[in-house]
Each structure stands twice: as structure tokens, then as C-alpha cells.
């Protein structure tokens, strides 16, 4: 009798136990998966910028204008894992001799990236006369460029505004992106561009 009672009581003791154990787990499981989750919505990997491609088809500076044709291949990586992000606005601009002589829209506001996504924008633009306030530093940049094989430095700045998904606030995005382009005679034959990571600006916002 004592002996069977103890056995059944050892056996109760052991279920409720392992009952335990395993509700207790699930309930770890539970929390550690809910702290990722929100870890993971609230801090925001910054997006990733690159210059796939760009070419230079013509390029001329004067002390006050630029005459140019570029097309530029941007790609934008979102490199967080949970979150989307829409953009409220994303411009590009043009300079030479850290002077601006042109600005593009990139894209319309309301664009969205969703997580992990990567984004091409592929820009075309060109002017006959850009304004620019290159002055005499300006030409001297470009007569010396000219004579150095026809390279030029331009410089792509973007400037723009992105709300990441789950965040209240936007978040500035700016990023400069420094490219080193052969001007494309028709004579001469395919030139090789080097992809270019851009540097991205860190954001002094919060949570940004
Ligand atoms: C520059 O672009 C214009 C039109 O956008 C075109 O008419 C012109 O031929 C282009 N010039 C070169 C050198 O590519």
C-alpha cells in the first residue's frame, strides 16, 4: 500500500514537473522571440549606397555654366531585416570642383523599399548650359582634368528624407558619392567604370 502510493505520487510529482519544464520553456521561447522583434524594429541599419554604373558622354565647364550628359546607375541596399522603408523625397546632385551644376529628382515621394530589398535608380540627365558658379578655380579644374586624359571628378550628393517602417519620425539621408568618369568620345572604344560605394552620412536624429 505505502509502497504503491509512493510510486504514484513520485510519478505526479515527475508529470507536473516536466509540465513545468516545458510550459516554462515555451514561455522563454516566447520572450526571447518578442525581444528580438522589437530589438529588431527599433534599431535601424542605415541604407547602403553604390554607383553601379555612370557614363560621361560630354563635358564642358566655363567659369559660370556646364555642359554635360550623364547617366548614373544608383543602387540602394535596405539592409534591415524586419523593416520597409518609404521615401518622403530623394534628390541627386552634380558637382564639379565642389560646385553644384545640376540636381535630379531620384524618386517620387511615397517610393517603398521593403526589407532586404535592393533598389536600382538608373539617372539620365544632361544641359546645354547648367549654371554653375565654377569661377577661375573652376576652369582651372577642368583645363587640367581635360589635359589628364579626359577623367573628370564629379561629384554625386544625394539629399533626401526616409521614414523607416514602425518609426514615427523620418530620418535625413545623405550620402556622397565621389566618381571618377572617362568622357565617352565616339571614337573610343567601351569604358570600363569602377563600381563606387558612396559614404553615407550619419545621422545625428535619434533612432535614426
Ligand atoms: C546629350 O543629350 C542630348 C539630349 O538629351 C542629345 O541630343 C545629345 O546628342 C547628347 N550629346 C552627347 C554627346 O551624348
Redesign the pocket.
Known sequence: MCYESECCGGSSRYRRFALGFWFGLAILATTAAAVVLVVASARVSRLSVAVDDASL??FTATATSVAY?LTVALVVRNPNWAMGVTYRSLEASYLFSGKRFDSVTVVQPGYTQAARKTAVFRLTS?SDAAQASLGSAGVQEYKKESAAAGVFDVEVDLSGEVKYKLHRASCRLEAKCPLKLQLATPDASSVVFQKVTCDVLRSSQSGC
Open positions: 558622354t560630354r550628359n544632361g
